[in-house]
């Protein structure tokens, strides 16, 4: 049973790029969650995805959007990066009832 | 918005010591996870507990809704415990975790 995978692993980019980070839902699940986790802080929820929509968002700008696919597999797309978005992106999947797995992240750099 | 505060951020143990962590929601929630965050990052389950006692190997929780908070033990820490650990609320009307700010746990051999 493969659980929540997340590529890339790293990456680094500089201010202004746009960059897009995946994620493959647990099997069987099809909600997933996006949070960021800046340096000695907890992860903060972005937003979630179920049925291809945006369910709920966090306090985040509109450079942050995403997708979901039919098949429950997520994008987090950012646009016009700024040097505090450097953080580890963790993506989770659930059923929906809040019991949430998380992925091995996604490590950006912006410089 | 809900508060969730973990104490201590930090615990130094000498293996095989025991310890308690503590976490602390300031609202009624649906559910509640607690989380151990290895040193690459990822968060690994370490229990789903809305309410009452559950225990895993050297580990057990207990969360006492009513009241509020939640208490995760760890008995004879091994150094692969050092990490840090995260307790998460899972708001319905929110359909999001909002996590505390971790406890850092050091275990020295």
């Known amino acids: 049973d493969a659980g929540v995978t997340q590529s890339p692993t790293h990456l680094i980019k500089t201010r202004g790029q746009q960059v ?8 069987g699940h099809d909600t997933v969650s996006w949070y960021q986790q800046a340096l000695g802080q907890g992860p903060q929820f972005i937003f979630q995805y179920y049925e291809e ?6 306090n985040f700008p509109d450079r942050f959007s995403g997708h979901q696919f039919p098949n429950y597999s997520s994008e987090l797309n950012v646009n016009a990066l700024l040097l505090g978005d450097s953080a580890l992106y963790l993506c989770a999947s659930s059923l929906g009832g809040g019991r949430e797995f998380f992925g091995p992240g ?6 | 918005g809900i508060q969730v505060e973990q104490s201590p951020p930090d615990l130094i143990l000498q293996e095989g010591a025991n310890s308690t962590l503590r976490c602390n929601f300031s609202d009624s929630v649906n559910n509640l996870q607690w989380f151990h965050q290895n040193p690459w990052g990822q968060l690994i389950n370490l229990f789903y507990i809305p309410s009452g006692t559950k225990q895993n190997g050297r580990l057990s929780a207990t969360t006492v809704a009513t009241e509020r908070y939640s208490l ?3 008995s004879s820490s091994q150094t692969t415990d050092s990490g840090v650990y995260f307790c998460a609320v899972f708001m319905e009307y929110g359909n999001k975790l909002v996590f505390g700010a971790g406890t850092i746990l050091r275990v020295k051999s």
């Open chain 1, 53 to 58: 929509e945006e369910r709920q968002r966090g």
């Open chain 2, 72 to 74: 995760l033990y760890i």
């Open chain 1, 106 to 111: 996604t490590r950006l750099t912006v410089l």
């Open chain 1, 20 to 27: 897009t980070l995946r994620c493959s839902p647990k099997s």
